[in-house]
């Protein structure tokens, strides 16, 4: 059974905190029980120098919604090619607060500014990505060719 929590400035600072001291530079505080729950719900701290691959949820049911707590997010989606088909700051008490994200968009995300978190909600369960739900123009995490990829990605909000 899920405990109710309040979710305030202590509890952003510290899942930034953690996102900036994880390896990959991100890290998830899930309000959702396992794996296995129905409704993913969860506080996502990402910093400058984190890669998200670009990718899209293919299952119907897997449309994706996100808001900004922390911080300012550069929002990037694609078409399948990998072609940029839109661009957009989301900012915690800007104009553009969230974005939500059909099934089957190509999409990826780079942090502006140090200690950003935004609030993640999405159907369950949670399944690895698929091949093709995985943007094969893109290279993965982890690939050397990754850090250039995050450089090109985070150009695109230079002058915004």
Same mark, same amino acid.
């Given at each position: 059974? $899920? /405990?109710? +929590?309040?979710?305030?400035? =202590?509890?952003?600072?510290?899942?930034?905190?953690?996102?900036?001291?994880?390896?990959?530079?991100?890290?998830?505080?899930? @309000?959702?029980?396992?794996? %296995?729950?129905?409704?993913?719900?969860?506080?996502?701290?990402? +910093?400058?120098?984190?890669?998200?691959?670009?990718?899209? *949820?293919?299952? =119907?049911?897997?449309?994706? %919604?996100?808001?900004?707590?922390?911080?300012?997010?550069?929002?990037?989606? @694609?078409?399948?090619?990998?072609?940029? %088909? $839109? %661009?957009?700051?989301?900012?915690?008490?800007?104009?553009?607060?969230?974005?939500?994200?059909?099934?089957?968009?190509?999409? $990826?995300?780079?942090?502006?500014?140090?200690?950003?978190?935004? @609030?993640?909600?999405?159907?369950?369960?949670?399944?690895?990505? $698929?091949?093709? #739900?995985?943007?094969?123009?893109?290279?993965?995490?982890?690939?050397? #060719?990754?850090?250039?990829?995050?450089? /090109?990605? /985070? +150009?695109?909000?230079? *002058?915004?």
């Amino acid at each position: 059974m $899920s /405990k109710i +929590e309040i979710i305030d400035q =202590a509890l952003l600072l510290r899942v930034a905190e953690a996102g900036a001291a994880s390896p990959r530079r991100r890290k998830n505080y899930n @309000f959702h029980a396992a794996d %296995t729950d129905a409704s993913h719900r969860l506080l996502n701290a990402i +910093e400058p120098d984190s890669y998200i691959p670009p990718h899209c *949820h293919g299952d =119907a049911s897997k449309d994706e %919604t996100i808001l900004i707590l922390r911080g300012r997010i550069g929002m990037v989606l @694609f078409n399948p090619e990998g072609v940029v %088909t $839109s %661009t957009h700051v989301l900012e915690a008490c800007g104009d553009k607060i969230g974005i939500n994200i059909p099934h089957g968009q190509f999409h $990826s995300l780079v942090a502006l500014e140090p200690g950003s978190v935004f @609030f993640e909600s999405k159907a369950g369960p949670y399944q690895p990505l $698929s091949a093709q #739900e995985k943007a094969s123009w893109a290279p993965p995490e982890g690939d050397p #060719e990754a850090i250039a990829y995050l450089m /090109k990605l /985070k +150009e695109l909000f230079v *002058h915004l």
